[in-house]
């Protein structure tokens, strides 16, 4: 990614990668908020509740974060 892209840029491109393979299985993620170097999002539709949800923030979704900003911080889920 571009060293030029603001940090709530980076996040949103990463989502957006993101986004297919969680609406393949019938759910989705939403961004809260983006505050620097942290971000908040919701799991909705069939990742709200799942039992994998857990696993997929972490090892799915933080790990891509992490992997693309490497000075992302904290990724935190909201109900």
Same mark, same amino acid.
């Given at each position: 990614? *571009?060293? *030029?892209?603001? #940090?709530?840029?980076?996040?949103?491109? !990463?989502?957006?990668?993101?986004? &297919?393979?969680?609406?393949?299985?019938?759910?989705?993620?939403?961004? !809260?908020?983006?505050?620097? &170097?942290?971000?908040?999002?919701?799991?909705?539709?069939?990742?709200?509740?799942? &039992?994998? *949800?857990? %696993?997929?923030? %972490?090892?799915? !979704? %933080?790990?891509?974060?992490?992997?693309?900003? &490497?000075? #992302?911080?904290?990724?935190?889920?909201?109900?």
């Amino acid at each position: 990614m *571009s060293e *030029s892209k603001t #940090f709530e840029e980076k996040v949103k491109e !990463v989502i957006a990668k993101i986004r &297919p393979a969680l609406q393949m299985d019938g759910g989705d993620i939403e961004i !809260v908020e983006i505050e620097e &170097p942290n971000l908040k999002v919701r799991l909705k539709g069939a990742c709200h509740g799942c &039992p994998a *949800s857990a %696993y997929t923030l %972490y090892n799915g !979704v %933080y790990a891509e974060l992490k992997n693309a900003i &490497p000075e #992302f911080g904290q990724l935190i889920a909201v109900q």
